[in-house]
């Protein structure tokens, strides 16, 4: 589970990011953005909604944006409900904190949202809440097979 699971999911997709390993905790916006020197907007959060009874996303959005209720409704005509804390880890595999697209236990569909196009670069999480991974909004949206939405103020 984690940062192993990242790993695999890497050597397996034939890409060598590599996984920025912390002492301090990198488990909320705030905290990522110190321990790396940037802005809350760099971090690209990985939040984990269930829209019906056996389907479950993961949206990915800029640090500083939250989501929109009406947008993510108007987008995946249904209301989301963000997973509790036992359903994060029994569905994706990674811890909270940690929570990120790449090595997920069960495959979910991924969603950029696409207030991560204002950065050159982001930081996903790598699978544990000390960890991170830098790419580009474009390699991110490669590696995770994700689909660009707008589901963010």
Known sequence: MGVEDVKRYFQEKHVN???LEFEASTATVELAAKALGVEPG?????????VSQDQCLLVLAAGDRRVDNRKFRDAFQAKGRMLDLDE???I???PVGGVCPFGVKNPLPVYLDISLQD???VYP???SP???VK???DELQEITDGNWVDVCK
Do not use: D, L, Q
């Open 17 to 19: 990011y590599e996984i």
């Open 42 to 50: 760099w971090i690209a959060k990985t939040m984990s909604f269930k």
């Open 88 to 90: 994060v880890v029994r």
């Open 92 to 94: 994706t595999g990674h």
């Open 119 to 121: 950065y050159p670069f």
């Open 125 to 127: 999480a790598a699978g």
């Open 130 to 132: 000390n960890s991170a």
């Open 135 to 137: 790419m580009t909004p």
